[in-house]
């Protein structure tokens, strides 16, 4: 029987909403600037409390907020464990306590072996080092001899692609760079455990291909491997096992596949409908706000998680406008059931004279997806709002809402592909026209003896 290399047991990480932590905060020293500042900012704090609160005075701004609660479970030697759910679930928290970046309010994680991570872009780089001295540097806070990391820097700085920018400082690096280094330094050296969150998203698609093979090649040496990935192809291709967290919490544990299915189901548990609903206060923005992503039939009445292949879907956004800004932009990222990117689609894709105005205010956006276009499936939805070659409100695969829906029914109106599909995310209806081949060949005939001069 394998060993197990990381066992977790009622495991809980608690913070403190509006809290102010760490430096010049409750649990830091205070700084007489932060000290000021903390005295002139508390009354206008409190009224804003007392506003969202309904006026009681007596409420705690700083209610506790349970990031991870009992949560356990174990890993054995060589598994490669993906961890799913929805943002905020409590995933990249994990991985901070394994990595002993954060310490956990209760509960134990005991880990045998060296452990590698890669939890941001760049993390435990720094800055002003070269490239060259942040690989010796973050092998040794890995535990790595300086023999060990000699042994593997040429493959370290192959595989990252920057041996022209090796001896420059990190700090004048691209993000694409850094990502490339760092993820090359943490696969390469030789620890028993890696941990990997989604910053694969990051680079580019050559570069992801690049990383999920290298993954996959690490844990067929026996390397222990947790996974967060937004991407279901990528758990499902290589991972043995998955988690699903929700609130904090495990909610499912077992294959891939299976967890994964459990994954895209309804968005709206309570409704049975795909429809996702600020809680009043995300993704605030001087210029527009979110607040209802859902998919709706012609007339704008919800529709259900099921929907047949006969029916146009309307993708259909809600959000409030305060500032007009001419590059903003508002749609969709369409992913199949297994993480495939299939399509993106904004509001400015047309032409401009076909553009519709945007005013200040409530305004519901919506685009159609014509039945018969999408086979039967199950499909994902993330809300895309952004500033052209500017900035993020939401992006789709970091911090997007998501809304999950099912496509029923044949590939097909005709009889031979009824009951069996077909294969493909697409399953459109095209016309077919039959040309008889005495007019072709007259066709052809006719053509031959033009060309010949006859």
Not at 109 to 128: D, K
Not at 190 to 199: A, K
Not at 319 to 326: H, N
Not at 416 to 426: E, I, P, S
Request: hydrophobic share 40%; with cysteine; glycine share 10%.
């Amino acid at each position: 029987m394998s060993e197990t290399v990381i066992r977790v047991e009622h495991l809980g990480k608690q913070y403190r909403i509006g809290a102010l932590q760490g430096k010049g905060g409750r649990y830091g020293y205070k700084s007489l600037r932060d000290s000021i500042a903390r005295s002139v900012s508390l009354p206008l704090r409190a009224i804003r409390s007392m506003a969202r609160r309904g006026g009681n005075p007596r409420s705690d701004p700083n209610e506790a907020f349970w990031a991870l609660n009992d949560v356990s479970f174990e890993v054995k030697r060589g598994q490669v464990l993906g961890l799913v759910g929805r943002n905020g679930a409590g995933k990249s928290t994990l991985l901070k306590v394994l990595a002993r970046i954060t310490e956990p309010t209760v509960g134990s994680a005991t880990i045998r072996g060296r452990v590698g991570s890669l939890l941001e872009v760049g993390t435990g780089f720094h800055p002003e080092l070269t490239g060259r001295e942040n690989v010796f540097l973050n092998g040794a806070v890995l535990g790595m001899a300086r023999s060990e990391i000699q042994r593997q820097f040429d493959a370290i700085v192959s595989f990252a692609e920057v041996e022209r920018f090796i001896d420059t400082p990190v700090k004048r690096y691209s993000s694409g760079m850094y990502l490339r280094l760092a993820f090359a330094v943490a696969a390469h050296l030789e620890t028993e455990i890696l941990l990997i969150d989604e910053v694969l998203a990051v680079g580019d698609i050559v570069f992801q291909k690049k990383c999920l093979q290298k993954i996959e090649g690490v844990a067929k040496h026996g390397r222990t491997v947790l996974f967060v990935s937004h991407s279901m192809n990528s758990i499902e291709q290589l991972c043995s096992r998955a988690l699903m967290l929700s609130a904090g919490g495990i909610v499912a544990d077992g294959a891939p596949a299976e967890v994964v299915s459990q994954y895209i189901g309804p968005s709206d548990p309570e409704s049975g409908k795909p429809i996702w609903i600020n809680s009043g206060n995300e993704y605030d923005s001087l210029h527009f706000k979110p607040m209802r992503f859902y998919l709706a039939d012609g007339a704008g009445r919800q529709l259900p998680a099921q929907i047949s292949a006969n029916t146009d879907v309307w993708v259909t956004v809600e959000g409030r406008i305060e500032t007009i800004d001419p590059a903003m932009l508002v749609g969709y990222a369409a992913f199949a059931r297994n993480g495939q990117l299939l399509f993106w689609s904004y509001n400015r894709d047309e032409a401009e004279s076909y553009w519709q105005p945007l005013g200040t205010g409530y305004c519901r956006l919506r685009s159609r997806i014509p039945a018969r276009l999408l086979n039967q499936g199950s499909y994902r939805l993330e809300l895309a709002v952004n500033f052209y070659c500017r900035e993020w409100i939401s992006r789709p695969g970091k911090n997007s809402p998501a809304i999950h829906f099912e496509i029923a029914g044949g590939a097909s109106d005709s009889p031979y592909w009824y009951t069996y599909g077909r294969d493909g995310f697409l399953a459109p209806i095209f016309h077919w026209e039959v040309v008889q081949k005495e007019q072709t060949w007259a066709s052809e005939s006719q053509s031959r003896h033009r060309g010949l001069g006859t």
